[in-house]
């Protein structure tokens, strides 16, 4: 089964804000942290050729930006969310991906850049042995 990246995406935003339990209330209020969404976590795996959009919340107005292989992007936090969209990179890795606002880091996570979609192993509809 295909599935285009843009589809990807829908389904890991929708699987995040079902499991980021307190996602309502961080954007009904500005967040005095600076944070990424759950998916963006150590040994992430990104999709090479495709833009790489990063989210997350932080208090309004703060510039967030985005580093990634020397890549920058910035967004500003409005409604306590911001999303920050990288030009799509090739194949490779480790890249060390780093997420900031003014002085405060939020991440630096190690990123690897892969051809082709990852499925989690407990998806699968057969048993590994």
């Known amino acids: 089964m ?6 990807l995406m829908m389904v890991l935003i929708g699987a995040i804000s079902c499991s980021a339990g ?11 942290e600076l944070k990424t969404a759950a998916i ?48 799509a990179i090739p194949l490779g890795g480790p890249y060390t991906m780093t997420i900031s606002a003014g002085d405060k880091i939020a991440d630096q996570k190690p990123a690897e850049i892969l051809d082709g979609l990852v499925a989690r192993v407990g998806a699968l509809p057969f048993r590994l042995q």
């Open 40 to 87: 963006f976590s150590d040994n992430m795996v990104l999709q090479q050729g495709q833009p790489i959009r990063v989210w997350g919340w932080a208090s309004d107005g703060a510039k967030v930006t985005v580093d990634l292989n020397n890549q920058k992007a910035s967004a500003e936090a409005a409604n306590g969310k911001w999303m920050a969209s990288l030009k």
């Open 22 to 32: 307190n996602a309502a209330a961080q954007s009904a209020a500005a967040v005095s």
């Open 2 to 7: 295909k599935m285009s990246v843009s589809g």
